[in-house]
């Protein structure tokens, strides 16, 4: 893809402007990354033994969870409680595969979240989980969600590591999902957990500058981002500001991309609501990362759109 044309309203000075700041001294940058990971490539969860796709699959259909499997990826993240409705289609769609595929049960690997807080995190009551989709047996990954502290994830760590000791629910692997970046690379650089969710995007590009430079190189667990998309620029906003067809409009796709553009994200929970919306997502990954003149550009739309995250 070429690089995006510039117009009065989107001056290079105001683009510029949002390149990553200077870090500060201790921080590494990575050299940029030349491709994006495929379905079918896969992640070493921890030091579990288990590996993953670097694609998750979030709220979706039945028809892309068989699509998704038969395309390579192997990693599905479900709830126990908040937004349950919502994840009724990967229930649904995990429960025909595993009935007409039984072998695919070890194939996979399923992490599910809890988002409730101490004291009843403690119970991780997913046996609602495995009871409502045929063929799970078990929980492979058990997980905290929304950890906004690091007092937090030190109390809900307790409750995981005796969880995973007692293998409860057949758990082998412990992961969480942060809204508190210092948290989640305290677990990151102590390894606590196989895997970890962040929000990185381009309304939060934060992480660029405040966890991936202080990643330690030989971290165990994963780093994998949610919310990718949820700063998406609509046509409309993209007409307000004045901005027409020589300038562009990047796709949802496109923001997938810029999640695993930055150098030391391993992967991406994505939520398609069809084959073809997660054919899109695989097909742009394809087209490789973004060059730094493009991720600076998606962030100034973004930016321009909701300024009250910058």
Request: charged share 15%; hydrophobic share 40%; aromatic share 10%.
């Amino acid at each position: 893809m070429t690089a995006p044309t510039t117009t009065p309203a989107t001056p290079r000075a105001a683009i510029a402007r949002m390149k990553p700041a200077t870090l500060p001294l201790g921080g590494l940058r990575p050299a940029r990354r030349q491709s994006l990971p495929k379905p079918h490539d896969r992640l070493p969860l921890g030091l579990t033994g288990m590996t993953v796709s670097p694609l998750a699959l979030g709220i979706t259909t039945p028809d892309t969870v068989l699509a998704a499997y038969d395309m390579g990826i192997n990693f599905f993240f479900l709830t126990s409680d908040l937004h349950w409705p919502l994840y009724q289609g990967l229930r649904d769609g995990l429960a025909e595969l595993f009935r007409s595929r039984p072998s695919a049960r070890d194939e996979v690997v399923v992490a599910v979240v809890s988002y409730l807080d101490q004291p009843l995190f403690n119970y991780l009551q997913f046996n609602e989980v495995i009871d409502s989709v045929p063929g799970l047996e078990r929980v492979d990954v058990l997980m905290a969600g929304a950890v906004p502290s690091e007092a937090n994830l030190y109390s809900r760590f307790n409750s995981l590591h005796g969880a995973r000791s007692a293998r409860h629910f057949g758990g082998q692997a412990l992961g969480a999902s942060f809204h508190h970046r210092p948290a989640a690379l305290l677990s990151i650089n102590a390894n606590l957990l196989d895997v970890h969710f962040i929000r990185y995007n381009t309304s939060h590009p934060g992480a660029v500058t405040d966890i991936f430079p202080y990643a330690r190189p030989d971290r165990t667990g994963l780093i994998f981002n949610f919310k990718s998309t949820m700063s998406q620029v609509t046509p409309e906003q993209f007409r307000k500001l004045g901005l027409d067809g020589r300038s562009w409009l990047p796709k949802t796709t496109d923001y997938y991309r810029f999640a695993l553009t930055v150098p030391g994200m391993d992967g991406v929970l994505c939520s398609p609501q069809s084959p073809e919306q997660l054919n899109g997502i695989v097909e742009a990954l394809n087209a490789g990362p973004l060059s730094a003149e493009e991720e600076a550009y998606m962030r100034w739309l973004s930016s321009s759109v909701n300024p009250q995250y910058f």
